[in-house]
């Protein structure tokens, strides 16, 4: 009885959009049940549907970390049996990455906003079902918002200090929408080409797919956005300050998602991978930064002739120490 | 035999009526457009040609009087009509792979029929940057912008929120204002040299 009832309450977790949501507690619960628990295989078989529509959850007897590849396998050949897959041609394959409800989505950024050393983002939220529409829109989301703070920055150091030159730049947008994506797309390829690699030398865990590696990526940068926006704030030090702490929740995410993957290989591999990881990063962030919100020249300690077009003093009066980096 | 040389519209006819009709049925899009109801008028007879006027117009608009280098200047008209239509595109994709039963066409005219507003903001700005510039001038530029940002959205949603699953209408629609919010950006920094 004691697995079953397990199984159930962990089934009601992966029917939880189906029924409305009883309440946090239990899911966190379910879900610590069903991470703890990787050999859990949820198959839905006609013949196995629990009266009220849950999926059942049959949990091995095993419990051996090494058997997840196998049980990955036999988890996917379930699905594949019961949905028959459609090809890649066919319009239902691509909708199959759209298969998200809000509060799931809103439930995956919340997930990568809190990573927590013990919680893989990969198997407790996005349960091996990534989706698409999440990495596009943030990554789209990003891209704007990045353009957007970038050009009001200028017009905020200019209303300061007239002489600096304003123009509209919108040719940052394509630049910002080109990077994001690039980075969202090739890096995630890159890693999943490597742990593919990899993957002779380590039996026991396998790697994740393309579009977990990806969807892992998309929701990290999420956190980037209010980041972006709280570097309006014309501080240097408040903006390195923030820019630090989204890339540490950022890179965090990551880390603790590929942690369990590559603790199996040699020290010398993690260790590499994991810095590259962060450093690349690390070099996004930065890079926005620079690019986006370029240091403009220091201010004249005599002021400006012709300080008449813009009389509004909405800004503490220009001092030489204030100056936006 | 008036009836089809109504409906045929070939040149060997006299009749200009389907020009009336088409410019008509435009013209009652705007209508439902600008004062939003439950109706099914947009999405039954779908037409492209409100979105095209309306579309060139907002990008006619978006020039600079002056020819500035590239680097520094606003939206080309092409990368406007490229925004319009690719952001129209983009959404009604993602609104169907989320599992609403619009077709494409219909949603491709509804989001291009909503920008309706937001051109009406763009005619707004320009007359009131003809004044001097100041900060009264930026509120009131702000002001009209946020208001029309707000129509599109609702009209929008009005048509649009209906054909989506229940527990996916937020999906849908963040990237309908996300669009809309784009376009207005693009409206506001407007400035003429």
């Known amino acids: 009885a004691g697995p079953a009832a ?22 966190e619960e379910a879900s ?24 059942a959850v049959a949990v091995d007897s095993g419990g051996s970390y090494g058997a997840e590849e196998e049980v990955e396998e036999s988890d996917k050949t379930a699905l594949l049996q019961e949905k028959q897959q459609p090809g890649f041609w066919t319009f239902g394959y ?16 919340r997930g990568s906003l809190l990573p927590r050393p013990g919680h893989n983002f990969v198997r407790h939220r996005l349960r091996n079902r990534p989706d698409l529409y999440g990495p596009f829109w943030i990554c789209a ?62 039996e026991r865990v396998g790697p994740y797919t393309f579009l977990e590696t990806v969807c892992v990526y998309g929701y990290s940068l999420f956190v980037f956005i209010p980041t972006v926006v709280l570097w309006l704030i014309p501080v240097p030090w408040l903006q390195w300050l923030f820019g630090a702490l989204a890339l540490a929740l950022s890179a965090a995410s990551l880390v603790f998602t590929l942690w369990p993957v590559v603790r199996e290989d040699t020290r ?13 990063h690390a070099l996004l962030a930065t890079g926005c930064k620079f690019y986006f919100f370029q240091p403009l020249p220091l201010e004249p300690l005599a002021p400006p002739p012709q300080a008449t077009s813009l009389p509004l003093n909405l800004l503490p009066p220009p001092t030489p120490r204030s100056q936006v980096t | 035999m008036a009836k089809a040389a109504e409906s045929s519209g070939e040149p060997g006819t006299t009749s200009p009526r389907p020009l009336m009709r088409d410019l008509k049925a435009v013209g009652k899009k705007f209508m439902h457009v ?3 109801r439950k109706s099914n008028t947009l999405l039954r007879d779908w037409d492209l040609w409100g979105p095209l006027i309306l579309c060139v117009t907002l990008a006619l608009m978006l020039q600079r009087s002056s020819v500035d280098s590239e680097k520094d200047g606003g939206p080309q008209f092409a990368e406007v009509f490229v925004i319009v239509w690719f952001g129209a595109v983009t959404i009604t994709l993602n609104s169907k792979l ?16 909503c920008i309706l507003p937001l051109t009406v903001a763009m005619l707004v700005c320009r007359l009131v940057l003809l004044a001097e510039q100041g900060p009264i001038n930026f509120m009131v530029r702000l002001f009209v912008v946020i208001v029309m940002f707000t129509w599109s959205i609702v009209a929008s949603t009005a048509f649009l929120a209906d054909s989506q699953p229940p527990n996916r209408k937020a999906l ?7 669009f809309y919010f784009v376009i207005s950006w693009m409206i506001l920094t407007f400035t003429p040299q």
């Open chain 1, 6 to 27: 397990a199984g159930r309450r962990a089934a009601q977790a992966q029917r939880v959009w189906a029924t409305p949501p009883e309440g946090a507690s239990e899911f």
């Open chain 1, 32 to 55: 610590n049940l069903l991470a703890e628990t990787p050999d859990a295989v949820t198959t839905s078989g006609s013949g196995q549907l629990t009266p009220q529509g849950h999926v």
């Open chain 1, 94 to 109: 691509y909708q199959s990455f759209f298969d998200v409800d809000t509060c799931q989505v809103l439930d995956r950024i």
């Open chain 1, 141 to 202: 989301t990003l891209a704007f918002v990045l353009a957007v703070t970038g050009n009001l920055t200028l017009v905020l150091a200019q209303r300061r200090d007239p002489s600096i030159h304003y123009s509209p730049q919108f040719h940052k947008v394509t630049v910002a929408g080109i990077t994001i994506y690039c980075y969202v797309w090739l890096v995630p390829l890159a890693l999943w080409g490597f742990l593919q690699w990899r993957k002779r030398v380590r």
């Open chain 1, 268 to 280: 010398l591999v993690a260790a590499v991978l994991l810095s590259t990881v962060v450093l690349l």
């Open chain 2, 34 to 36: 600008l004062y939003p």
């Open chain 2, 98 to 113: 989320l599992g609403g039963n619009i077709s494409f066409f219909q949603s491709l005219c509804v989001l291009g029929y």
């Open chain 2, 172 to 178: 849908a629609i963040y990237p309908v204002f996300l």
